[in-house]
């Protein structure tokens, strides 16, 4: 089956601490995976995918297909980075994109 | 450039009733998909168009859910009549076709059914 596990729900950290959001799969083929963020009273937003490889907003994400999982890693937490925060896996129709399966969210909490 | 737009952003209906949402995509873009996350689950995918056809409507519960894009620009979903397990927030997105390409997604609807 296939599906997107995120095992926490809550993550509070203190500013200046390393975060990392855990986010595993299980997905028959290759995956296109991406993290979604949502800040308060926000819409839900691409933060990275893993294609692109790239970090934004100090946040990096690498796929391991051997642990099927693409954690989300920032060294230094900050304030406004508390946020909810969306493990996504893209399924495909015949190589155009097609829609997304979502874990159930990690709420993070960066305190001061 | 505008966002992806949903109409309304809160309503509240009895049992019975129905319901339309709305959603406005951002222009120009083909894919348009409706999402629902209801209380303390995880965001779930209801269908997807591509322009006015159904690509995939897996998600969508029962046949009490009715969604069209007529001209391959705005879409409704209508949920007639509505149920108490309803209750949720309805998001939609859209985005370009190609691999990868990022979603877009609206403020959602929040919808409850009392």
């Known amino acids: 089956a296939q599906r997107v596990t995120q095992p926490e729900k809550l993550l509070s950290v203190f500013k200046g601490a390393p975060v990392e959001l855990k986010c595993n799969y299980s997905?028959?083929?290759?995956?296109?995976l991406f993290w979604y963020v949502q800040y308060s009273r926000q819409r839900l937003q691409l933060l990275l995918r893993?294609?692109s490889r790239e970090s934004i907003k100090g946040f990096t994400a690498d796929l391991n297909k051997g642990e099927t999982s693409f954690h989300l890693k920032k060294p230094f937490a900050q304030e406004e980075d508390s946020a909810m925060y969306y493990c996504?896996?893209?399924?495909?129709?015949?190589?155009?994109?097609?829609?997304?399966?979502f874990g159930k969210g990690t709420k993070l909490s960066v305190k001061p | 450039e505008a966002g992806v737009t949903q109409f309304p952003s809160h309503s509240v209906i009895e049992k019975g009733q129905t319901v339309t949402l709305r959603c406005d995509p951002i222009?120009?873009?083909?894919?348009l998909y409706w999402y629902r996350r209801v209380m303390g689950k995880e965001i779930k995918f209801l269908l997807h168009?591509?322009?006015?056809?159904?690509?995939?409507e897996s998600g969508m519960p029962n046949n009490r859910f009715l969604a069209e894009r007529t001209g391959g620009t705005y879409s409704t979903l209508k949920v007639q009549p509505a149920e108490l397990e309803d209750s949720g927030v309805y998001f939609c997105?859209?985005?370009?076709?190609?691999?990868?390409?990022?979603?877009?997604f609206g403020q959602g609807t929040r919808l409850t059914v009392v």
């Open positions: 996504a896996l893209s399924r495909k129709y015949g190589g155009s994109q097609g829609n997304l399966i």
């Open positions: 997105a859209s985005g370009i076709q190609g691999r990868g390409t990022e979603a877009f």
């Open positions: 893993h294609i």
């Open positions: 997905y028959s083929g290759s995956p296109e």
């Open positions: 222009s120009g873009h083909d894919n």
């Open positions: 168009f591509v322009k006015e056809s159904k690509q995939d």
